[in-house]
């Protein structure tokens, strides 16, 4: 049983183009994010829904908009991909604080 | 604002000795959350363990144990018995419990057990 998946584990495309990336939970968890992971490791927040809406947007490029259709699922579309969008893209979910957020497989964008 | 300390960006350790990983933080925040992730060369973060700023004792689980000194603003990873399977980037994140429910992550430790 998956907690957290995403679609897909990987995704290569060129500059310019538009992807999505999907994030399903069936944990029944009422908050959704998303993170980043750049080359050095290193993870952010991006958003955060919680019960279909958005409750942290931190400082992201309007390029990036993630959409949330019901409390299960949270997707991220970003347009016109760029070369430092490369990273590895986190999808994670929570119950109401406290304890802990658990984490989808991420996503590995290669932006050429 | 927020801040995760972890100032060992490598460590290397015999099987089955006992490590430390380190983790300090600072918020101005009374009450928050403090976890440990463990993410190994496959890529996925996988939940270790759990403290909370109000918990009296320190928590843990299994091999794990979290040395919680809230004075000191410290929330160190204790892996005993150490496998090769503990071979993995480790990261400390908090969240504060006003305000978003984001984590904030520390800059991660890169642990090898050597056989």
């Known amino acids: 049983d998956t907690a957290v998946s995403q679609t897909p584990k990987y995704l290569v495309t060129q500059m310019g183009n538009d992807k999505s990336i999907k994030c399903e939970q069936n944990?029944?968890?009422?908050?959704m994010y998303w993170y980043k992971q750049d080359s050095k490791k290193f993870l952010k927040i991006m958003f955060s829904y919680n019960n279909k809406e958005l409750i942290i947007n931190e400082t992201v490029p309007n390029r990036f908009s993630p959409k949330s259709p019901d409390k299960a699922h949270l997707n991220l579309h970003i347009n016109s991909l760029e070369l430092g969008d490369s990273a590895v893209y986190f999808c994670a979910s929570s119950q109401d604080r406290p304890g802990p957020q658990y984490f989808g497989p991420g996503t590995r964008l290669t932006v050429l | 604002a927020q801040k995760i300390t972890q100032t060992q960006p490598g460590m290397f350790v015999q099987e089955k000795e006992a490590v430390t990983l380190d983790c300090t933080y600072d918020t101005s925040d009374p009450s928050y959350g403090l976890f440990w992730y463990k993410q190994p060369s496959s890529g996925e973060m996988i939940f270790l363990i759990y403290?909370?700023?109000?918990?009296?004792q320190n928590a843990t689980e299994g091999r794990y144990s979290l040395n919680f000194q809230k004075a000191r603003k410290s929330a160190n990873l204790v892996i005993s018995a150490s496998q090769l399977g503990d071979s993995a980037m480790y990261f400390c994140a908090m969240r504060e419990s006003q305000g978003a429910q984001k984590l904030v992550f520390g800059q991660g430790t890169r642990l090898t057990i050597n056989p």
């Open positions: 403290q909370g700023s109000y918990d009296q």
């Open positions: 944990l029944g968890h009422d908050t």
